[in-house]
């Protein structure tokens, strides 16, 4: 049971005075001064015109890159801040994350890229093989199990990351243009799959996007100007 203070993952993402310098022959500011609240069970689409810097406040808050300065509380564990060791924890059991070109193993089956996260959370095989079952069933892909992913549609692999993502059982799930390879009936139908998950388990949801579809369901806007 969790105590008052103690590192409670359950709750709001608190982003205050957010810089990322990407540093090379020149450097680029990606994002200046970005402070941003989004509550625990909260739907939020990030828009914005490409190259200002979506993709980079996502990754920051899932702990794949380290912002320049500023603080990402995620609770109360500012995850700007924290260890290797931490941030590595952090991802692995607080965070799932969709990617426009799906990201999936194409030498591991469906039921082996489903599985991967949580062999890598050291679950038990059983436990594995249950929690499979049930996201292939939730997102109707039950049939592709013994598939690759290079055999199956563009929607149908995007299931399949949606299921990565949501393995773990994540509180924080970012979805990063998740429509963008796909036709607008397949983006439709991934999109409602993965807004009725998050809003039924009370995930947060942060997407970033342009996709008219998802901008008219998500909770708020929240618009990124460079
Ligand atoms: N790895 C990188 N190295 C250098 N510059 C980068 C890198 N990733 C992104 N950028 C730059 O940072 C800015 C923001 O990029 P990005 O976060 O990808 O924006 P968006 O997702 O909104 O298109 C852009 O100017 C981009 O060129
Ligand atoms: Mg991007």
Redesign the pocket.
Known sequence: MKRPGENNMDNEIKIDSLYKI?S?HVD?V??ENFSQTFEKGEIIALS??????????LNCIGGVLRPTSGDIFVGNKNIAKVSDNDLVLYRRDHVGLIYQDFNLINEFNIFENIALPMLIAKKSKNEIDERVHELLTILGIERYEKSFPPYISGGERQRVAIAVALANNPQIILA?EPTGNLDKKNSDNVINLLINQTRQLQKTLII?THDEFILDQVDRIVK?SN
């Open positions: 990407y090379g680029t990606a994002i914005g015109p490409s190259g200002s810097g979506k993709s980079t406040i990063d970033a990124i």
